[in-house]
């Protein structure tokens, strides 16, 4: 679990990073929106990652916690990844990338919850 864990934190260091890359992007440039979304999306889930892989450090059955991680990661990268790629190359991953992205995230949270309602009721050992 610990390897999976630092994975994590490496991940919201690269997405983090890639988040006030685009910021910086979007504040110099005039067509940016895409940018904005990139720095939002890419910022908030980079920290929220970190403090996920902090709490699946300190509990009990942490799997739950870092799957749903997992999940973040994966959608918040390829809704990043997608509208990077339609700034910068005018391509695309493949249709529907960018919602199918952001569609990971919100189900990640859901799966946080998820995990920290079975940590709750995680019998004591």
């Known amino acids: 679990m610990r390897i999976w864990t630092l994975?994590?934190?490496?991940?919201?260091?690269?997405?983090?990073?890639?988040?006030?890359?685009?910021?910086?992007?979007?504040?110099?440039?005039?067509?940016?929106?895409?940018?904005?979304?990139i720095a939002q999306i890419g910022l908030s889930q980079a920290a929220a990652l970190c403090?996920?892989?902090?709490?699946?450090m300190r509990w009990r059955r942490p799997a739950w916690a870092l799957a749903a991680a997992g999940v973040i990661a994966g959608g918040a990268g390829l809704f990043c990844g997608e509208?990077?790629?339609?700034?910068?190359?005018?391509a695309s991953l493949f249709p529907m990338a960018a919602p199918t992205g952001g569609?990971?995230?919100?189900?990640?949270?859901?799966?946080v919850c998820a995990a920290a309602v079975r940590e709750l009721f995680a019998p004591e050992n």
Do not use: C, K, P, T
Request: glycine fraction near 12%; avoid cysteine.
């Open 7 to 37: 994975v994590l934190v490496v991940f919201a260091g690269l997405l983090g990073a890639a988040g006030v890359a685009a910021a910086a992007a979007a504040a110099h440039m005039a067509a940016a929106a895409g940018m904005s979304a």
């Open 51 to 56: 403090g996920l892989a902090a709490l699946a």
């Open 83 to 90: 509208l990077a790629l339609r700034h910068f190359a005018a």
């Open 103 to 111: 569609g990971l995230v919100i189900l990640g949270w859901l799966m």
